[in-house]
């Protein structure tokens, strides 16, 4: 017998139907002997529509408290449509808010983390023989304010379940059937993956793989969760999440590319090259509460310096603006910027045990005649800045550079 925790997102509890079939899914496994946990989302759609109501009303900037109270009742329409689908099916089940499991966080609304999960209503439940339904993406702080973990909070709600109960694994269940070494429709020949590292899936979910949310693995690789990326409605192994980062003689260099369309470039030029530029440059942006993702700075020719970084598409135009203020305040030549811009990127943890990746990745993209503005490495992966248009050239490139097309089908 094992104790699993499922999780639903909103596309697999869209429907009445799609419940249903939810509802079936968890009595095979129940009738199997398994304890289970099922996290669910709001209904595809409803949060959205949730959130429309609270910005009509309060003229686009809806209180965060408030509107944390507003869109948790999402999830609990949820749970207790799923509940009353188990218990008619005649699998004892209870459905719990985050509160009532006492999903303990911090006071920051839209976007809490949890600090700490009561697992004695849930434990004792199991022993029970139930099945329990618990509402993703919520919980409770100090004060006994509702919150809300942010957008795709139900898969952290998951994982901290399981990491609270000590799972066997944590499924999350989705509209894909696993982890892809990139986006299936960009590279058609792309191949689902058996096994990721935490290490490998958290680098895939912050460059652009949108399967998971970074919290979500991130807490998983701490607690050591295993986690498995599964279909909703097609029967198949998934793919595993897992710490174990086996030593084989044919462990891929790569595991897999991503790409992230959401990027623009900005950079300022004839800078003064003194001590505590960058602080200057980059001090105003971070006050804004504008992320900086990569930066260059080139070499200083007649004491100044050209520098560049990337920020999130949103953030394009506070941040241009921000950079020619701060253009004319430390005497800088000219500010400017580039939306027309995507990042691709090769991650894999056999980079670690393999020279040479980041030359063989270069010489492929040379090849197609596409252009490299930045580059930004790390352990595990390597990534580059070029112009959007070539994205899905590159991408496609370096899947068949480092051998990660599926084999053709017989008779193409």
């Known amino acids: 017998m094992a104790l699993i925790v499922q999780k639903f997102g909103g596309t697999s509890v869209g429907t009445i139907e799609r419940i249903e079939m939810v509802a079936e899914k968890v009595?095979?496994?129940?009738?199997?002997?398994?304890?289970?946990?099922?996290?669910?989302?709001?209904?595809?759609?409803?949060?959205?529509?949730?959130?429309?109501?609270?910005?009509?009303i309060s003229d686009g900037n809806p209180v965060p408290r408030e509107l944390d109270v507003m869109v948790s009742t999402g999830e609990q329409v949820t749970i207790a449509l799923l509940a009353m689908a188990l218990i008619k099916r005649g699998v004892p089940a209870v459905?719990?808010?985050?509160?009532?499991?006492?999903?303990?966080t911090d006071s920051a609304f839209t976007k809490a983390r949890i600090l700490q999960i009561d697992d004695h209503k849930l434990r004792a439940d199991l022993k029970a023989g139930r099945v329990v339904v618990v509402a993703g993406f919520q919980g409770v702080d100090e004060h006994g304010n509702i919150t809300t973990l942010g957008r795709g909070g139900s898969d952290?709600?998951?994982?901290?379940?399981?990491?609270a109960?000590?799972?066997?694994?944590?499924?999350i269940y989705t509209d894909v059937d696993g982890v892809y070494t990139?986006?299936?429709?960009?590279?058609?020949?792309?191949?689902?993956?058996?096994?990721?590292?935490?290490?490998?899936?958290?680098?895939m979910a912050s460059l652009g793989s949108k399967v998971l949310q970074i919290r979500s693995v991130e807490f998983a690789g701490k607690y050591n969760v295993p986690l498995r990326v599964l279909h909703s409605f097609q029967e198949g192994p998934g793919t595993l999440i897992t710490i174990?980062?086996?030593?084989?003689?044919?462990?891929?260099?790569?595991?897999?590319i991503a790409f992230n369309r959401d990027e623009a470039k900005l950079?300022?030029?004839?800078?003064?090259?003194?001590?505590?530029?960058?602080?200057?440059?980059?001090?105003?942006?971070?006050?804004?509460?504008?992320?900086?993702?990569?930066?260059?700075?080139?070499?200083?020719?007649?004491?100044?310096?050209?520098?560049?970084?990337?920020?999130?598409?949103?953030?394009?135009?506070?941040?241009?603006?921000?950079?020619?203020?701060?253009?004319?305040?430390?005497?800088?030549?000219?500010?400017?910027?580039?939306?027309?811009?995507?990042?691709?990127?090769?991650?894999?943890?056999?980079?670690r045990s393999h020279a040479g990746v980041a030359s063989r990745m270069f010489e492929a993209l040379a090849k197609e005649?596409?252009?490299?503005?930045?580059?930004?490495?790390?352990e595990i992966k390597v990534s580059v800045v070029i112009e959007e248009k070539y994205l899905e050239l590159a991408v496609r490139a370096l899947h068949t550079a480092f051998e990660l097309d599926a084999p053709a089908p017989q008779g193409e």
């Open 182 to 203: 990139t986006d299936p429709r960009v590279v058609p020949r792309a191949r689902r993956l058996e096994k990721i590292t935490f290490e490998e899936m958290l680098e």
């Open 369 to 378: 005649g596409i252009n490299i503005q930045m580059i930004s490495t790390s």
């Open 27 to 56: 009595k095979k496994f129940r009738e199997n002997g398994d304890d289970i946990v099922v996290v669910v989302s709001a209904m595809s759609g409803e949060t959205n529509r949730l959130i429309d109501l609270a910005k009509q």
């Open 267 to 351: 950079t300022i030029r004839g800078v003064p090259d003194t001590p505590g530029v960058a602080f200057k440059i980059l001090g105003p942006i971070s006050a804004a509460n504008i992320e900086v993702d990569m930066i260059v700075q080139n070499v200083s020719h007649d004491n100044t310096t050209d520098f560049t970084f990337t920020v999130h598409r949103n953030d394009y135009q506070n941040a241009l603006r921000i950079l020619e203020q701060t253009a004319r305040d430390i005497g800088a030549r000219e500010a400017g910027g580039d939306v027309d811009i995507a990042k691709v990127s090769i991650v894999g943890v056999g980079m």
């Open 95 to 104: 459905s719990y808010t985050g509160n009532q499991v006492r999903i303990l």
């Open 165 to 171: 109960l000590k799972a066997d694994e944590c499924q």
């Open 244 to 256: 174990d980062e086996e030593e084989s003689m044919e462990q891929p260099i790569i595991s897999g």
């Open 156 to 163: 952290t709600t998951g994982v901290a379940l399981a990491a």
